[in-house]
T-cell receptor, first 113, second 115 residues
């Protein structure tokens, strides 16, 4: 069965510090991975995705994630966070046969001044 | 820009009431989805639909039904609301096409409280 695990429910950091949000997946078929972000009182927005090709993918606001097949991971990183990055982040795996997304339980990133 | 709208941001209902949550998308997407979001549980799929009048059960369909009479509209129905259905409900849509275009676009959510 396919699944997604986000090991950290909350990650508190100070502004300008680096951050890593961890995501591990389990899948026996082709792997398509996504990171979504949910700002307070809003719906989910796509942050970045891995479908194929380069294992390092980037977002427009400085986040990056690396697909690591041997470690079945897709960790999200940012070298220097801002207060405005405070949000909940969801890792998700797409079942290519059904178009269903399988979500992790989410990581709440809280950035302090 | 793709837009997914949900009829209410906040809703308060009483136990036993019939509740309708409406979702509309304006990008002619074939696929539509209903999730509920609960702290510590992430998003769980309730129902989804690949086309008009088609529906498939997700992971937690009990206590819910759906209706898709038009391509752009996907309704979630709670036949008899219960307190354990208090949650945030999120609607999403996506194209039925090549995997590269298969991003799901989400609405702002409806926070339902059942008293």
């Amino acid at each position: 069965a396919q699944s997604v695990t986000q090991l950290d429910s909350q990650v508190p950091v100070f502004e300008e510090a680096p951050v890593e949000l961890r995501c591990n997946y389990s899948s026996s078929v082709s792997v398509y991975l996504f990171w979504y972000v949910q700002y307070p009182n809003q719906g989910l927005q796509l942050l970045l995705k891995y479908l194929s090709g380069s294992t390092l993918v980037e977002s427009i606001n400085g986040f990056e994630a690396e697909f690591n097949k041997s470690q079945t991971s897709f960790h999200l990183r940012k070298p220097s966070v801002h207060i405005s990055d405070t949000a909940e982040y969801f890792c998700a795996l797409l079942d290519g046969n059904t178009d269903k997304l399988i979500f992790g339980t989410g990581t709440r990133l809280q950035v302090f001044p | 820009d793709v837009k997914v709208t949900q009829s209410s941001r906040y809703l308060v209902k009483r136990t036993g009431e019939k509740v309708f949550l409406e979702c509309v998308q304006d990008m002619d997407h074939e696929n539509m989805f209903w999730y509920r979001q609960d702290p510590g549980l992430g998003l769980r799929l309730i129902y989804f639909s690949y086309d008009v009048k088609m529906k498939e059960k997700g992971d937690i369909p009990e206590g819910y039904s759906v209706s898709r009479e038009k391509k752009e509209r996907f309704s979630l129905i709670l036949e008899s609301a219960s307190t354990n259905q208090t949650s945030m409900y999120l609607c999403a849509s996506s194209q039925d096409s090549d995997i590269r275009d298969n991003e799901q676009f989400f609405g702002p959510g409806t926070r339902l409280t059942v008293l």
